[in-house]
């Protein structure tokens, strides 16, 4: 999962607009409509002076924006605006800044290059840009063309020579000169953001068990001037990261803040992997500790068609099928490896043994990725049976005919926690009440209905007994929901929190800014919960008042007075609205 920011998730549309924008902004920008902080925050990080130049309450941004380690709004003469729908309109030419200055612990960035004389000079600028105390090394890999030359004429970074050997040597070479306490691994042809260190540092060096952060990557053209994609890094949380990691690599490496006694415990990079060496160190940091992500871009991948490998065996990236050869030549002996010693039988971690299973048949090694398969016994989980059957194997599905109903509300990877922890052996029904690509980018292995922002009721209609879950509260797991006519008639995400009211259940603990915009009737039903609690019957009164006029027809609030009339002695009104509740209940079964 990310860390908590407090922002809504933003759909792979909106990322896509706000690297657009900012490959067209100039360097101060003016806000024009109510930010919840990310786009403040993405601003800054491009190396912009974001200026707030709308109605709405700015602290909560400058909050965020400081939990980030950036600098806060500024209050410049704005060279541009931006719009709600992420269009940039610029009347000062494009460009990007510098960050104020900050303290933290030393960041090494290493960048290995080999005859890209015409690249690495970018990739240095942007790691000097940083405003973070940085250290940088230059391994120069046996260049034959200008590198040398290159290199001498930049100030500021420490350069190492040596004989050609590929990346993964290149980088051992680096690894035994760094001082920094986090290292970052920066290709020579890519560029961090400005204020890529700020976030990561920050997010890194908060938690001591934390040993890895990464961002989101922006993919550009080889000039620059263009942009081509976006590739967010996996959004699970901290305690089923691993999990992801088995199955598929989480985040570029460049967009990767690495801590260095972490990276120098699994023992640094396998010299033997000329490719797929990043994903090697993923597998094995992600046993050491805590890995998360920031939903914020920090990282622009240049897609090229350049070389790999190593002189003498090169290849280009265009070349896909050579390049998938040389992926699997390389990684296959370090996965089977990885598998053949790892304790899962032992643990007994069914989760993370069918996840190894589809890694290992994502790196060609069929015989291993079923052997892992094969070693859990029936009945198989739905999310089981999908990976089997990838494999090819057969299945006996654990029988469950229980309906879960997710409403999603939560961070990137709030949804795929709320899923990993209640959705096997369930008809699953997810309504998405943020900007999400369920079944796109981040892979999600449950099959169900996915709706956009429903009327719950309606959508449920006819449905009794099903278990409601909110993703940004991926723990909460009340009893079956008695009856869909206990949900109002509300947005999806207020109805479940006013049906917990009106049922007594605990309240889930997730709050987003921006989308639990308050609503009278989930207002009245909690004042009413709580007056019954602290016995401040005037105020639950008034509040019970309210409700019935606003959902006469809800069966919750007819509950909520039956409940609120028996606590102040008035059994003769309770139990006119206790007979109401069960005349329906009757009438409903």
């Keep these: 999962m990310t860390i908590k920011t407090g922002i809504r998730p933003r759909a792979k549309v909106e990322r896509i607009a706000m690297a657009k924008a900012l490959l067209n902004a100039p360097r101060v920008v003016a806000l024009t409509s109510p930010d919840d902080g990310w786009q403040a925050a993405c601003l800054r990080i491009s190396g912009r002076v974001p200026v707030w130049a709308n109605d709405a309450d700015p602290v909560p941004t400058e909050r965020l924006l400081r939990r980030l380690g ?25 460009g990007a800044g510098t960050l104020p200055p900050v303290r933290g612990p030393l960041i090494s960035v290493v960048i ?41 004429s930049i100030a500021g970074i420490r350069v190492i020579r ?34 890529a260190l700020n976030v990561l540092g920050t997010a890194l060096f908060e938690r001591d068990e934390r040993v890895a952060v990464w961002g989101d990557a922006i993919l550009i053209n080889e000039r620059g001037d263009s942009i081509l994609g976006e590739r967010p890094g996996v959004r699970y949380p901290p305690e089923l990261m691993r999990t992801a990691i088995l199955a598929q690599i989480p985040a570029t490496t460049g967009a990767t803040l690495m801590r260095t006694t972490a990276v120098e415990a699994v023992g640094g990079y396998d010299q033997r992997l000329i490719r797929g060496e990043d994903m090697d160190l993923f597998l094995r940091l992600s046993a050491i500790g805590e890995m998360i992500s920031v939903p914020f871009p920090t990282f622009l991948l240049r897609v090229h068609d350049g070389v790999r490998g190593v002189a003498g065996d090169q290849w280009r990236k265009s070349d896909r099928k050579r390049d998938s050869i ?3 030549s390389y990684t296959k002996s370090a996965y089977r490896e990885q598998w053949s010693s790892s304790d899962h039988a032992k643990s007994g971690r069914r989760r993370e043994g069918f996840a190894w299973a589809l890694g290992l ?30 494999l ?5 599905i654990a029988h469950n005919d229980r309906k879960l109903v997710v409403v999603d509300d939560g961070d990137p990877g709030a949804l795929e926690a709320t899923l990993l922890i209640h959705g096997d052996n ?13 079944l796109g980018e981040v892979r999600l292995h449950w099959q169900g209905e996915y709706v956009a922002q429903c009327d719950l009721r309606s959508w449920l209609a006819g449905m009794d007994g099903v278990y409601l879950r909110l993703s940004s509260s991926p723990d909460w797991s009340p009893p079956p929901l008695p009856s869909v006519d206990y949900l109002p008639e509300i947005p999806a995400h207020l109805a479940v929190r006013a049906a917990a009211s009106a049922l007594g259940w605990p309240q889930p603990s997730g709050n987003r800014r921006g989308i639990y915009a308050g609503h009278p009737v989930l207002t009245a039903a909690l004042n009413i919960r709580e007056s019954i609690g602290d016995r401040d019957y005037k105020l639950g009164l008034e509040s019970l008042r309210e409700l019935l006029l606003l959902s006469p027809g809800w069966l919750g609030a007819w509950s909520l007075a039956s409940e609120f009339f028996s606590a102040i002695g008035d059994e003769e009104r309770a139990s006119v609205w206790r007979d109401r509740v069960q005349r329906h209940s009757r009438l409903a079964s």
């Design 112 to 152: 290995c290059t080999f005859n890209r004389a015409q690249l690495v000079r970018g990739a240095i600028r942007s790691a000097l840009a940083q405003s973070w105390p940085v250290e940088i090394i230059v391994v120069d890999d046996g260049s034959t063309d200008e590198t040398e030359r290159v290199l001498a």
């Design 162 to 195: 040596k004989r050609n050997g590929g990346k993964p040597s290149a980088l051992a070479a680096a690894l035994k000169h760094v001082r920094g306490d986090a290292v970052l691994v920066l290709d020579d042809d890519d560029l961090i953001m400005p204020g």
């Design 392 to 396: 090819g194997l057969s299945s006996v």
């Design 361 to 390: 048949h994502q790196r060609d090694l069929l015989q291993e990725s079923k052997s892992e398969a094969s070693r859990w016994k029936p009945p198989f989980s739905r999310s089981e049976c999908w990976i089997r059957g990838q």
């Design 426 to 438: 369930a008809d699953i029904f997810v309504d998405l009440e943020v900007p999400r690509d369920p």
């Design 70 to 94: 950036l600098a806060g709004l500024g209050s410049e003469q704005p060279g541009g605006t931006l719009s709600a729908d992420l269009k940039m309109a610029r009347q000062a030419p494009i």
């Design 326 to 328: 040389k992926f699997l």
